[in-house]
């Protein structure tokens, strides 16, 4: 009994000072630079120029720029007849999302024909043929996702056939930081917007002079030649000034 419970105890040391050596282990640190010419990624690599994917595809028109930086397109090698489909065999739809002009995000969506269409041995050969390692987890539902340094790996399932996006992390992040700031200018602005319908401006029509909330008269205006304006332009337009004692 004594010896078993010191084996006992040997085993849990052991286990506390390795479950940190194999949750590192678990983790990917691969990083886009790192990443080979793999077929899978059909001459595409995350970083490249809309002249450099159109020499891949002549065919490739992209949409409008966005405020954020953003612009997207999509190939359809399976539908399209301009485009050579002996490049990419199986392949029913690329999708590419650029930020500042360069390639971001890469989605890649294979048909029924493709050599492989489970979702596990799919994640297998891609992280084979892209020389990542690492645990992967569960991505909506079926599909798995790899996060390493700095992009991500998805694997998924759709229209029959399985599915890769490569993703730069780093990129989304400023995107989103893009996304937040508009939004935080916008509400500054909407709330300097109400702040202004809001003030009362009070005009003396005797003196020509207007008095702001927070810089009232010396003494009360009479009714008759009190008068209200919305904004300080338009007491200004009516040839009112601001009262000396409101500078």
């Known amino acids: 009994m004594p010896i078993s419970f010191r084996l006992q105890r040997i085993v849990l040391l052991l286990l506390t000072f390795l479950a940190p050596v194999l949750v590192v282990q678990a983790q990917c640190t691969q990083k886009l630079t790192d990443l080979p010419a793999a077929p899978e990624l059909l001459g595409f690599r995350l970083g490249m120029t809309k002249d450099e994917v159109k020499a891949r595809v002549p065919q490739t028109v992209f949409g409008r ?10 190939i359809n090698p399976s539908f399209d ?20 002009e360069r390639l971001t995000s890469l989605w890649i969506g294979y048909d029924e024909t493709f050599k492989i269409q489970k979702v596990d041995e799919f994640v297998k050969l891609v992280s084979e043929s892209l020389k ?96 209200s304006f919305k904004t300080v332009e338009e007491a200004e337009k009516a040839g009112f000034k601001l009262a000396k004692g409101c500078h």
């Open 65 to 74: 720029t966005d405020d954020f930086g953003v612009s997207k397109t999509t």
């Open 81 to 100: 007849p301009r485009i050579d489909k002996t490049k990419f065999e199986a392949v029913r739809t690329i999708s590419l999302d650029m930020v500042d």
């Open 132 to 227: 990542v390692s690492g645990a992967w987890s569960q991505w909506r539902g079926r599909g798995q996702q790899l996060k390493c340094a700095d992009f991500q790996l998805i694997v998924s399932t759709i229209a029959g056939g399985p599915s890769l996006r490569v993703l730069d992390v780093g990129a989304e992040d400023v995107v989103a930081a893009r996304r937040q700031a508009k939004e935080e200018r916008d509400s500054a602005i909407e709330a300097a917007a109400a702040d202004e319908a809001t003030v009362e401006i009070v005009g003396d029509k005797q003196n020509r002079v207007y008095y702001l909330a927070n810089c009232t008269a010396p003494k009360e205006i009479a009714e008759t030649n009190k008068v």
